[in-house]
């Protein structure tokens, strides 16, 4: 009887990302939980569910103790979605002598009535439509009626048992406002999902979910951001880079500036991380926009993903450098999206990344800067693991990464507001520094782990033809610093005069 089981096909949810994270979806003929506070998503997700079933002709039931049908189905139409006629709704109305000043709660009439009778009418309500899929909908209602923990239990487990000869895949729904510590259903249910909800200081609300149990099945563990959109729930599991292994040729990929290229020893290696350190102005953007713009070029694709500069802003001055980001959008070359960091979670910033790999072949991506995604970040002890993660999946499938990270300060000491220079393979550093009344730009290689790299420092020049690399910096000492010391009037002088 078990082998026949496990070969039966699972019943998927028809949430997007979370049949992932089950494995392929519920197991059928059995009771799940799916708990949460009240607002985290617990009801489309049952919708999904239901509407899921009725897609592949199975026959749905939604028990509702607590909201009215007229409520559960302006819910689902703002969604878009219409609960047809395999899509059955119960909803369980108190009796009639309970609305009545006359008959109200007394010793005489006890929460045994009251609970035999709602019992009874679930019961009904089953027979009558003969679902394959159930929602109730909620048990903290059946708690409360119970009113002592034994007699709660012994009620869900009676449940448990019916709906087993009923052969339903059942998915019962906690909104965990009466009794949080208690655990009863945890033990009968064959699975449970916990939803849960959090609120920054600063921006949209953010939520994840966690798979606590599920009997005989590997599900993919730990937390999972999902967001609830017109549509229904999304969500993102969370990247197991390991899962994803691909084989490619390790090209040198060019950035179309000759002195950068020979600075770099010929280029950046595909599937490797570059890590684009400096302070603010000093051309970080402009740098890693020109291996973007060197990709495109080659007949490949790029996606830039924006946390600081406004879009407009960035087509409007890189057009005047003569590059037309947006002839390379409309071709379908190059993906730009603007992020907004207050309204992301880790987790759909993750999914966004990898739809342009996965889906429109991207080869080089352009985080700018790991300082906005760091704001996306609830606890930023985390970042770095997530940045693992998204560079290891990265370079697996032979993508091209550069990361911008915008240094504190603007001479001296520059400081990192987050140390992810050991998970990039190439680093690349620019500095100010001042030379005979000017302000000037310094770029230099400090990491490369593939083949050898120059170790001059060269200066870099901004211009209405966008970025050019002169010369190494023979002359001085002292440039990452900010204030150099001439080590040699000549060549000191040779670079005055240019």
Not at 134 to 157: F, G, T
Not at 252 to 281: C, H, K, R
Not at 319 to 329: N, T, V
Not at 345 to 372: A, C, M, Q, W, Y
Request: net charge negative.
């Amino acid at each position: 009887m078990t082998v026949q089981s496990k070969s039966l096909p699972k019943a998927q949810i028809g949430v997007e990302g979370l049949d992932d994270i089950l494995a392929g979806g519920l197991s059928p003929g059995h009771v799940y939980l799916l708990e949460g506070s009240p607002g985290t998503g617990k009801t489309t997700i049952a919708l999904q569910f239901l509407l899921e079933g009725a897609k592949a002709g199975e026959t749905g039931l939604y028990i509702t103790l607590s909201e009215t049908e007229q409520e559960l189905r302006e819910g689902a139409a703002s969604h878009g979605w219409v609960l047809d006629d395999a899509i059955h709704v119960f909803e369980l109305v108190p009796p009639e002598s309970l609305l009545d000043d006359e008959h109200q709660q007394s010793l005489l009439y006890s929460s045994d009535l009251e609970l035999g009778e709602t019992t009874k009418a679930v019961f009904e309500a089953i027979d009558r439509a003969k679902p394959v899929r159930i929602v109730l909908d909620s048990l903290s209602e059946i708690r409360l009626l119970a009113q002592s923990s034994l007699r709660y239990r012994r009620q869900i487990l009676a449940m448990k048992h019916y709906f087993a000869k009923q052969g339903a895949t059942v998915l019962m729904l906690d909104d965990l406002t009466t009794d949080t510590n208690d655990k009863t259903v945890h033990s009968l249910a064959h699975g449970v999902i916990r939803l849960e909800e959090m609120t920054p200081v600063y921006g949209a609300e953010r939520r994840r979910l966690r798979v606590i149990k599920y009997r005989g099945q590997r599900f993919r563990g730990g937390f999972h951001d999902f967001t609830i959109i017109e549509g229904g729930v999304q969500v993102f599991p969370r990247l197991i880079s390991g899962e994803h292994k691909t084989g490619f040729a390790r090209n040198v990929l060019t950035s179309g500036i000759a002195e950068l290229d020979n600075l770099l020893g010929g280029g950046i290696e595909q599937g490797s991380s570059t890590l684009v350190m400096g302070p603010a102005g000093t051309g970080k953007s402009l740098l890693a926009l020109q291996f973007a713009v060197s990709a495109v070029e080659r007949g490949e694709k790029a996606a830039l993903f924006l946390f600081d500069e406004e879009l407009g802003l960035l087509l409007d001055r890189t057009k005047l450098m003569g590059l037309d980001l947006e002839a390379m959008c409309a071709a379908g070359n190059l993906f730009i999206e603007q992020v907004d960091a207050a309204e992301l979670s880790p987790g759909e910033f993750t999914h966004r990344v990898r739809t342009r790999v996965d889906r429109h072949g991207v080869k080089t991506i352009v985080i700018d800067s790991l300082n906005g995604y760091q704001a996306a970040m609830r606890e930023e002890e985390f970042l770095v693991l997530h940045m693992h993660e998204l560079l290891q999946y990265l370079n697996r499938q032979g993508a091209s990464t550069f990361l911008l990270v915008a240094q504190h300060g603007l001479v001296g000491d520059m400081k990192s507001p987050v140390d992810v220079t050991y998970l990039a393979d190439t680093v690349i550093l620019l500095r100010y520094f001042e030379a005979f009344g000017q302000v000037r730009r310094a770029l230099s290689i400090v990491k490369k782990r593939f083949g050898s790299h120059e170790s001059t420092i060269r200066e870099i020049r901004i211009d209405s033809r966008g970025i050019a690399v002169g010369e190494p910096l023979k002359g001085f000492q002292g440039v990452l610093r900010g204030v150099p010391v001439m080590a040699n009037e000549e060549r000191a002088s040779l670079l005055e005069d240019r």
